[in-house]
């Protein structure tokens, strides 16, 4: 179906697949769509099928699902359908059912391939957002959020990967040619030699691999993603909404242009996001660029509905009705009953030990137990040599001392360390960060001594970044999470799970801010729905002192 459209040549525009084109190929791509009418319900595509081509989303909502039932996100305007396919057969890997009425556009593999050959910018666009398609399938993120949706992913260039082979293959290359000159009364231990060369070499190979693997960076509808993993010494993920992204570039060096790689710099207000050596740097860009044209798309079909709603409820009941509910909405109204106050025994073990927990609202986490630990330490060890030397005193296994003096030393030692427990406990148990549903605080709070308290409200977090640095910080999985506000920065030292920590506080802050974004289309459909109000109230009275009908309401019949 040939198109001409100015509405659907921008829908193209906007579409990811044909970011990398000129305006003046637009034209030319249209001619090569078909559209594709879906009523709700309807099957697009089975999973099995042979694929013959993509779709287009332009209006509407479809669902994915596979033959497990497992379901995808939902596929709305300028989603492409149809590029993940199975590596044995060239067939669909899932079924895709239109959840509303909508409509697609097709391109078939023909015209596919036509236009890569004619375009080589839209066969590396294609080629950018079907390997992200594989690499979506293979790598678990059990941290994305439930409505949030990978749209690129990428790593580092596959020549840093043949850089990061070549070091233990020398090495392994290296020791079987010293070998040869081993003699032959020692070849059993040459052998024994080449093996355990053999063993550590593979490791180290392995290791290699894994770390390039774990090292990538991904846009999702949401954020920013660069994820870092050195295994078993260090992890990173950092990120930042795509509402604070800025500009993209592609910074290329000399060695970068002659191998294939490039950095793309995605400037942010609280700095660069670097996608470091990355094939197809260009692409990628414009890919970006693309996806965050998409998060400030509105959907007007969606706003018109709620528009109209919005009328009907205002003609619909007086202007004096309001709801308990608008209420509290309004001024903040908490019906929260009061907490009852507990007793010091009581609050000391009220949550003994727990490092995150939720209440009221609000999730507190605190540092890692292992941290305790280290307080306690020394105090500890003091209590048990304590009580050991008490133990011999009574058993008369020491002489020669004073054993009155000495009960009494090492009693009040054994009391001086338990004492010195119960104020690192305190201490420890009084130093948490809190997420609350429109804040982050971090609170440090000395016992008998001054309290600190940081705040920062959800809407001014700028990024989000955690680390794990160091084998015991790997191996009992905790570390330090990073959140940035203006020029400054909270730090949730030592916390556990700091991937989980960062999670929920991006949740929150999605949250939050759809919450906000709600409150403020609801206070504008309200505005505008008053004023249509009072427009026909005027109206009527007007009319009605001239004594004529109202076009607003025209007569029965």
């Known amino acids: 179906m040939n198109s001409s459209n100015d509405s659907f040549t921008k829908f193209l525009r906007e579409s990811a697949l044909f970011s990398a084109l000129p305006d003046e190929d637009l034209p030319a791509i249209a001619d090569a769509l078909v559209m594709v009418e879906l009523p709700k319900g309807e099957i697009l595509f089975e999973e099995g099928e042979e694929v013959d081509g993509l779709f287009l989303v332009e209006t509407g909502k479809l669902i994915g699902f596979d033959q497990e039932g497992q379901i995808s996100h939902p596929y709305q305007r300028g989603d492409i359908l149809g590029l993940a396919t199975s590596n044995s057969a060239n067939q669909r890997l899932e079924t895709i059912q239109a959840q509303t009425n909508s409509r697609v556009w097709f391109i078939s593999g023909a015209n596919i391939h036509q236009i890569g050959s004619d375009r080589p910018a839209f066969a590396e666009s294609l080629t950018v957002l079907a390997n992200s398609q594989v690499m979506i399938r293979r790598l678990p993120m059990p941290w994305l959020e439930p409505d949030e949706k990978v749209s690129l992913i990428t790593r580092k260039h596959p020549v840093f990967l043949f850089f990061a082979l070549m070091p233990p293959l020398l090495v392994f290359a290296a020791i079987l040619l010293g070998l040869n000159f081993v003699q032959a009364d020692y070849a059993m231990v040459?052998?024994?030699?080449?093996?355990?060369?053999?063993?550590?070499?593979?490791?180290?190979?392995?290791?290699?691999?894994?770390?390039?693997?774990?090292?990538?960076?991904?846009?999702?509808?949401?954020?920013?993603?660069?994820?870092?993993?050195?295994?078993?010494?260090?992890?990173?993920?950092?990120?930042?909404?795509?509402?604070?992204?800025?500009?993209?570039?592609?910074?290329?060096?000399?060695?970068?242009?002659?191998?294939?790689?490039?950095?793309?710099?995605?400037?942010?207000?609280?700095?660069?996001?670097?996608?470091?050596?990355?094939?197809?740097?260009?692409?990628?860009?414009?890919?970006?660029?693309?996806?965050?044209?998409?998060?400030?798309?509105?959907?007007?079909?969606?706003?018109?509905?709620?528009?109209?709603?919005?009328?009907r409820e205002k003609f619909g009941k007086s202007a004096e009705e309001v709801t308990t509910r608008e209420l509290e909405e309004e001024y903040g109204i908490d019906n929260e009953m009061p907490q009852a106050e507990i007793g010091f025994i009581e609050w000391l073990l009220s949550d003994f030990l727990k490092v995150r927990y939720e209440m009221g609202g609000a999730i507190t986490y605190r540092k890692h137990w292992i941290i305790l630990l280290k307080k306690v330490f020394l105090s500890f060890l003091g209590m048990v040599l304590s009580t050991v030397f008490i133990i011999a005193l009574v058993t008369r296994n020491i002489a020669g001392l004073n054993y009155s003096m000495a009960i009494t030393l090492a009693s009040f030692l054994m009391l001086v360390c338990f004492l010195i427990m119960i104020y690192q406990y305190v201490d420890w148990r009084n130093d948490i960060f809190q997420l609350t549903p429109n804040q982050v605080i971090d609170l440090d709070r000395k016992p008998f001594g001054r309290e600190s308290r940081r705040a920062a409200p959800l809407e001014n977090i700028l990024s989000i970044e955690y680390e794990r640095r160091g084998i015991i910080p790997m191996m009992f999985n905790f570390g330090t999470v990073y959140i940035t506000v203006g020029n400054t920065q909270l730090t949730f030292n030592n916390v556990h799970q700091p991937s989980k920590v960062q999670q929920d506080i991006f949740s929150r802050i999605g949250t939050h801010s759809q919450e906000q974004e709600d409150r403020q289309i609801r206070q504008e459909r309200d505005r505008i729905a008053q004023w249509f109000k009072v427009f026909q109230e005027e109206s009527q009275d007007l009319l009605a002192s001239k004594d004529v009908t109202s076009p607003l309401n025209p007569p029965p019949g």
Not at 223 to 229: A, F, H, I, Y
Not at 245 to 271: C, E, N, P, W
């Open 190 to 311: 040459a052998l024994v030699g080449m093996v355990v060369a053999f063993l550590i070499c593979a490791i180290w190979l392995l290791w290699n691999i894994n770390n390039w693997a774990n090292d990538y960076y991904l846009i999702t509808s949401k954020r920013m993603v660069w994820v870092e993993r050195v295994s078993g010494f260090y992890e990173s993920r950092q990120e930042a909404p795509l509402t604070t992204l800025i500009s993209v570039g592609v910074k290329t060096t000399q060695m970068g242009a002659l191998i294939g790689y490039s950095d793309v710099m995605v400037r942010t207000f609280i700095g660069d996001i670097r996608f470091e050596r990355v094939a197809h740097a260009k692409t990628i860009g414009k890919l970006i660029e693309s996806f965050w044209a998409k998060s400030k798309h509105v959907d007007l079909e969606l706003d018109a509905k709620e528009i109209r709603k919005a009328l």
